[in-house]
């Protein structure tokens, strides 16, 4: 049986510059304001969509944004971008 050709590898060549610690920026742990700020929208949106649900026809400024058949329900949009921004602002908690 005839033997397989050995392919050749390319050489290893280390890169030119190697970072430093004065080229990398480490970034610390996120302030706590921010944390709080982060679960407050996601807390606040959650407690908006139940309160349209259990007293979303009493409160005025609840039927003005469309409860009760008037139309869409900007409630649930309210609510929902409330949560979404909590949510997105998790990409950036370290």
Same mark, same amino acid.
């Given at each position: @049986? %005839? !033997?397989?050709? #050995?392919?050749? !590898? ?7 510059? !190697?970072?430093?610690?004065? @080229? &990398? ?6 302030? %706590? =304001?921010? &944390?709080?700020?982060?679960? *407050?929208? @996601?807390?606040?949106?959650l407690v908006w969509l139940v ?6 026809? !009493?409160?005025?400024? @609840? #039927? =003005?944004? *469309?409860?009760?058949?008037? *139309? ?10 409330? &949560? &979404?921004?909590?949510?997105?602002m998790t990409m950036r908690w370290?």
């Open positions: @049986m %005839p !033997k397989s050709r #050995v392919r050749k !590898k390319a050489v290893y060549t280390p890169p030119k510059e !190697k970072p430093t610690p004065q @080229m &990398i920026k480490a970034s610390g742990p996120s302030h %706590p =304001a921010y &944390i709080g700020v982060m679960l *407050g929208f @996601m807390v606040l949106g309160t349209n649900y259990l007293a979303g026809d !009493k409160l005025g400024f @609840m #039927v =003005a944004l *469309g409860g009760a058949g008037n *139309g869409f329900n900007y409630n649930f949009l309210v609510g929902f971008g409330l &949560i &979404i921004i909590g949510l997105l370290r």
